[in-house]
């Protein structure tokens, strides 16, 4: 009988072990599905919760290391005188033609650049030159130091009338005044070349040639004449080397330069 109860006993107990094992494995079972699951939510979230920071990090990035750059660009722009006439057109860098109307004192081209830059003319006003200054560079600021100067060039003339009939031999212009100069004792001055007042020379010769340097005009003869004035008005008599017959006369490189005609002979000042 006693072996019996302990036959029945162990069995038992058997079999309440066998249920735990099996409860034990059904909920671990479902455990790790639970976590499978929430690892899954939890990194989807984690992704979505982090895009705006990965968004907000990589425009950090594009703005502190731009892939393009924008480049600088400046005007050109300057002065005009002397305008007088319509036709002129100018260009910069052989492109962008800006057409200018008489008596016209500033010009602006409408493109910007960056970096170098020529102003030139493509073409004159009607009878007239025009030379530029500060026409090329590079530009790293608006310009507006351009200078355009225009005047007559040399194509139409009109008679004007001198103080007396003389075989005038010569004229030059400087400290804003024009002087010719004639045989005898005959000169002239003018302001604008147009309107002439006579003026006296130091000597009746045969006046050669004229010009203006370093401040002053000085004249020479087919004699040993020469005659100098700082303002073509009042004149002091000079004298040059023997042995020449003196026809012209000019200045340049610091030093006055004259020579004779049908001679080997020049002299010079100082």
Not at 40 to 63: I, W
Not at 115 to 129: E, I, R
Not at 209 to 238: C, E, H, L, P, Q
Request: proline fraction near 3%.
């Amino acid at each position: 009988m006693q072996t019996s109860i302990s036959i029945y006993k162990r069995k038992k107990e058997k079999n309440i072990h066998l249920i735990k094992r099996v409860f034990i494995i059904y909920f671990t079972s479902i455990l790790i599905v639970i976590g499978i699951l929430g690892f899954t939510n939890c990194t989807k979230k984690s992704k979505k919760d982090l895009l705006p920071y990965a968004v907000g990090l990589s425009s950090l990035r594009s703005s502190s290391n731009p892939t393009s750059t924008s480049t600088a660009t400046y005007s050109i722009s300057g002065t005009i005188t002397g305008l007088t006439s319509n036709g002129l057109v100018l260009q910069n860098n052989s492109s962008d033609d800006l057409t200018i109307a008489s008596g016209s004192t500033s010009f602006s081209f409408t493109t910007k650049v960056s970096g170098a830059y020529a102003v030139s003319v493509k073409t004159k006003p009607n009878g007239l030159a025009c030379t530029i200054t500060n026409g090329t560079g590079s530009a790293n600021a608006n310009i507006t130091n351009v200078s355009i100067s225009c005047g007559t060039d040399g194509s139409s003339w009109t008679a004007r009338t001198l103080p007396s009939a003389l075989t005038w031999s010569s004229v030059a212009f400087g400290n804003g005044i024009f002087v010719a100069i004639a045989s005898g004792t005959v000169a002239a001055s003018s302001t604008d070349g147009i309107t002439w007042t006579s003026r006296t020379m130091p000597s009746a010769v045969n006046w050669s040639s004229v010009t203006f340097g370093n401040g002053v005009f000085v004249a020479v003869s087919n004699g040993t004449g020469a005659a100098t004035s700082t303002d073509g008005i009042t004149w002091t008599a000079r004298t040059l080397p023997s042995g020449g017959n003196w026809k012209s006369v000019t200045f340049g490189n610091g030093i006055f330069v004259t020579i004779a005609q049908s001679s080997t002979t020049a002299a010079t000042s100082p």
